[in-house]
């Protein structure tokens, strides 16, 4: 594995232009949430990206939810794309050790 630091400007710079150069990003809440709807907004859509706050130490619950929120704008619709509810969900479940159920 191998690890570097970027100051938030030039991170966010490089995750457009490259974006196939990151395998994972590791940010500060305030940080994090901007790239986490940066990054998949470079594919053009935000709607299929899941999401994690992670708290390493598990003193304090982590919160996973899809990039794109709640989306009200579209509620009632029939047009809402469950894809980043399913992968959020996937990725809650492999953090609480349930791997078999994430892969069901």
């Not at 790239?35 to 619950?61: K, Q, V, Y």
């Not at 990039?67 to 579209?74: F, L, Y």
């Amino acid at each position: 594995m191998t690890a570097d630091q970027y100051h938030i400007d030039i991170l966010s710079a490089r995750l457009v232009l490259s974006p196939d150069w990151f395998d994972v990003i590791v940010a500060s809440n305030l940080f994090g949430d901007i790239l986490s709807d940066l990054g998949p907004a470079t594919t053009g859509t935000i709607a299929i990206a899941p999401s994690a706050n992670l708290n390493p130490e598990r003193e304090f619950p982590s919160l996973f939810e899809p990039v794109h929120g709640s989306a009200p704008d579209i509620a009632g619709k029939g047009i809402a794309n469950p894809i980043g509810q399913i992968w959020s969900g996937v990725m809650m479940l492999d953090h609480l050790g349930q791997q078999a159920a994430g892969k069901a």
